[in-house]
């Protein structure tokens, strides 16, 4: 009886040991396994964080150009450019004391604080500041997406024009990230901060539109946007 | 027993874990397809409704020449090559129209893309005709002794024969010497013609026109639309195919060939040849572009929101 007790005491011991070092064999493993995939998953992460702050920057730059002309574009400098950024585009449909009824789409409403408009009809090319801009429901029939306002004008265009409300803008690649500036206001980042500023920057300015830089961990993208109304649009 | 039990447990937690983490990275691989997925549709919607707008252009018509101004009276147009855009053009003033495109992805997907273009009327008319007959004249008219004016177009062409030779002022105004051949009558100025435009053409680029500011000779062979701010004289070594335009008089000398059509605000003599023909007339006007509506201005691609 005594012998067989101490036996299966043994045996039990070595049992246990066999089985700690298995399940720290099989610990090990698992663990390493796991923090591969977590290393994975991260990098992936990393890569299409990365991939989304440069496909937002040539969203947004490709989104601006096409509603410029080159002289929309004020000054451009390796890490930044000032432009004209159209926010709307309004057709004048009556006549208002001190200025217009316009039928208005555009991003946002047009706020005098910041928007100056430019007369884009036929052959007339004129910069005129919004003082004023009030809803004006009615006093001119307007399609669907539109919204009927009442501008008031530093000067009153002729006949019927088309106007395009714009701000004064500049585009920043510094800092690791997009910024846009409105004025003189600061630079708000419009992609994530994984942009290398060392890489990244603009490029040349023509009547075609403009280029860029963005590095990406490690990679350079170099892109090319272009104004709807270029040189060789038409 | 109790230790299995945790072993299990443990397993089951770790299985867990790395299915979280296979199925995160699994999730980041397909927002990566289905946000470039969507960023190719978005470019095909864009060109899907530019492409329409471009089209509409080909669709001018007299109903939309004479349209009234205001959205109200926007006039759709069947111009897109899928059912997924639509244009319309909206007058804006005498001179000005906005054309607008919209291109929707099928249900039950939302893509949108919009697009505006500013253009002015074309530079003729649809209700004009750029060659009612091969000499129009609103001053005198000489032919020559020697001189052909024949309103019968080559049989390479559908139109076969033009109602006049020669349309002027008044009947008086057209003089027909002897030996001078003229085949077809004489009839009144058309109500409206492409004599009326020639300011406007003055100042045209288009492909294939010609245009001067001064009295002109021409004495080689020249092909397309020839306008001219004054007289023009057709010397004896021109050879001209198209559409000659001037606001002063014309003047075709001996052995000058010229098919297609002459036109003057002044009078002509023709002691060459002109022949009509129709087709190549409209193939110049074609080639030009002054049937279509041109895009106004250095913004004529307006922002669309």
Known sequence: ?234 | MSRRGAALALTLVLLVVLECVVIGTMHLALQEHRIGANRVASIALRLEVENAVRRALGYWSASIDSMATGPEHRIPIAAATTGLASASVERLNAGLYIVRGEAREAPPRVGRAVAQLLVMPPLIGADVDPTPAPLVAEGMVTVRAGGVVSAQAPSTCADSVAAHAVLAAAPGDLVIEAGAEMTGSGGPLPESSILQHIEPLLESTAFGLVAVATDTLIDAPFTGILVVAGNVTLGVNADVEGLVLASGTIDVQENVRVEGAVMARGGAVVAGSVAWNPCVVRQAVALAGLTRPRPAGPRAWLPAF
């Open chain 1, 1 to 234: 009886m005594r012998a067989d007790h101490c036996r299966r005491a043994g045996a039990t011991l070595i049992e246990l040991l066999a089985a700690l070092t298995l399940l720290s064999l099989i610990v090990v493993v698992v663990t390493g396994m796991c923090v591969a995939q977590l290393r994975l998953a991260r990098a992936a992460g990393v890569r299409a964080a990365a991939a989304d702050a440069a496909r937002t920057a040539t969203m947004v730059l490709a989104g601006e150009a096409r509603r410029m002309t080159a002289g929309d574009v004020r000054a451009a400098s390796a890490d930044s450019i000032a432009i004209r950024a159209f926010r709307g585009t309004a057709l004048t449909c009556g006549s208002a004391p001190g200025g217009v009824f316009v039928r208005y789409a555009g991003d946002r409403l047009p706020d005098p604080a910041k928007d100056s408009i430019i007369v884009a009809s036929a052959g007339v090319q004129q910069v005129i500041p919004l003082l004023g801009s009030t809803p004006a429901h009615g006093a001119c029939t307007a399609i669907a997406g539109e919204a009927v306002l009442e501008w008031r004008l530093a000067t009153v265009p002729s006949d019927t024009a088309v106007l395009l409300v714009f701000e004064s803008g500049a585009y920043h690649l510094s800092g690791r990230a997009l910024r846009y500036r409105i004025g003189a206001a600061g630079r708000q980042p419009l992609t994530a901060e994984l942009l290398s500023d060392a890489g990244s920057g603009f490029g040349a300015v023509t009547g075609r539109g403009f280029t860029f830089a963005l590095d990406v961990a490690g990679r350079t993208i170099d892109r090319a946007v272009f104004f709807a109304n270029g040189e060789d649009a038409r």
